[in-house]
């Protein structure tokens, strides 16, 4: 099989086998052309392959995307800075990168939070951070000093039995959020400001106007946990952020609209720097047009933008100046709202109790609280009901019955009528329904999809060719589908 490779001006044959990979064609094009490619960690320099407006996998045989001999293969060669950082997301389920310097490895660790918050659209509340060894990423301390070198994961975890109720939150899906609400008060309260927060910032109309007519208030600071309630002096400082601030930040106007539609105070309540949602977006508005219009000049510094005009005199509206600057404290503690800890709450303290941010799925934590619940009251009463001939005394005062004589078995459970019988899948022989079965079960078991999924995986995949016709590429697609059956057969 002949094809074409236009690299830098050039075109030249190429005869390559069926079974050949896009990786093995790359080898055959580095070498033919005597190219040098790097892969360290600051910088990448790669070849991509691509073909009718798409890229090329490397895993791909040319065949399997309908290549025909004789066509004409782009080849280019890039230059990427790789990320600093990345961030696993068991929410969402993907990583993040962090782009920057090596001296983001010298910030603290509210500095990272700030980062991860801006990018991921999760207040600094809802997640914490940790090292690819399980330590915890506290605010007060640098990433040197866990030893965090360039290119590590780190991990984001939210509170157990939040993944379901974030992820909806994510996704704009408000019956999911209303079905993962936890029954405690407080920390209903404080799961709404963080999916109106999560919503302002992504834009979900829907979510947003059901939580606002629920009572939460765009203006309110999301806060913290209720059980570190106690620990609010000593919190990310961007705990006082509001939903308001997010819509700002994100640039969804329609979010804003409904904000100040449902009350006039969202214009005038500030953030953590003290700068109301008006003074953001001119400072926002006049980073972006610093960075249009002289592209030597980057965006302001915090330094710099503490000197400007606009923002001195947001910083004397909002109180007696603080450190470098900043707001005073007063300020800071005014946008943080007043402290709801009550005496009898739980009382997180960092590196003293049990973490209980694990991402752990509702369901599990769930079942985690039931069993501690259950541990010492039912399975007592339990384990004297089991033994039916066994004779047992309590002694006076612990609550529970005392067993005078063989305890009664339990009653034998009653058949279930089906009333609602369901058609018999009718095939050609017995076994082909077992048969069919079993390998949708090996599918999935082997690819990690379901047929399903799988079907709009290729679809996606053969979109990417923007230069074809939309009929070939579901013949794309459909190719797609039959090699990735074939392989694993």
């Known amino acids: 099989m002949r094809i074409f490779i236009a690299f830098e001006g050039s075109c030249e044959p190429f005869d390559i086998s069926q079974h050949h990979t896009v990786k093995t064609i790359k080898q055959m094009i580095k070498e033919f052309f005597h190219i040098q490619l790097s892969d360290d960690r600051r910088t990448r320099r790669y070849l991509e392959l691509s073909y009718a407006g798409a890229s090329l996998q490397d895993g791909w045989s040319l065949p399997d995307i309908g290549i025909a001999p004789c066509s004409t293969i782009r080849c280019l ?131 947003a106007g059901w939580l606002l007519r629920k009572g939460v208030r765009a203006e309110e600071p999301v806060g913290v946990h209720p059980h570190r309630m106690w620990c609010r002096d000593t919190d990310h400082p961007e705990t006082g952020k509001c939903p308001v601030h997010a819509a700002v930040e994100a640039g969804q106007l329609h979010i804003l609209k409904s904000f100040v539609g449902s009350s006039v105070l969202s214009l005038s309540c500030r953030d953590p720097a003290g700068l109301t949602p008006l003074r953001m977006a001119l400072r926002a508005a006049a980073a972006t047009a610093c960075a249009t219009w002289s592209p030597s000049c980057g965006p302001p510094s915090p330094s710099r933008a503490w000197r400007s005009p606009w923002a001195s005199t947001s910083r004397s509206s909002a109180g007696p100046a603080g450190p470098r600057g900043g707001p005073a404290g007063g300020a800071r503690a005014r946008g943080r709202g007043p402290s709801r800890a009550r005496v009898g709450d739980t009382v997180l303290v960092d590196g003293f109790t049990v973490p209980e941010m694990t991402s752990k799925p509702w369901s599990k934590a769930a079942r985690a609280g039931a069993g501690a619940r259950l541990r010492g009251r039912l399975l007592p009463a339990l384990m004297a009901v089991r033994d039916p001939n066994r004779r047992c005394s309590q002694p006076p005062g612990s609550g529970y019955p005392e067993c005078t004589g063989p305890a009664a078995p339990f009653a034998p459970r009653r058949a279930r009528r089906d009333t609602n019988p369901r058609p018999r899948f009718i095939c050609a022989s017995p076994n082909s329904s077992l048969i069919l079965s079993s390998s949708l079960d090996s599918f999935t078991k082997h690819s990690g999809r379901t047929t399903r999924e799988n079907a709009i995986y290729c679809l996606a995949l053969a979109s990417a060719f923007t230069e074809k016709p939309w009929l070939h590429q579901l013949g794309m697609a459909r190719t797609l589908a039959q090699r990735t059956v074939h392989k694993l057969l």
């Open 77 to 207: 060669l890039k230059e990427e800075d790789k990320p600093v950082l990345h961030v696993f997301s068991p929410v969402t389920g993907e990583t993040l990168s962090l782009m920057g310097t090596v001296f983001l490895l010298t910030a603290s660790g509210s500095v990272l939070r700030s980062l991860v918050s801006r990018r991921s659209g999760l207040p600094v509340g809802a997640f914490r951070l940790s090292t690819p060894g399980g330590l915890e990423l506290y605010d007060c301390t640098r990433l040197d000093e866990y030893g965090v070198e360039v290119g590590a994961t780190l991990r984001l975890d939210t509170w157990d039995g939040w993944t379901e109720l974030l992820r909806g939150a994510l996704l704009g899906h408000k019956r999911t959020v209303q079905r993962y609400l936890s029954e405690e008060e407080p920390v209903m309260r404080f799961q709404q400001r963080v999916a109106l927060y999560v919503a302002a910032f992504f834009g979900h109309l829907d979510l």
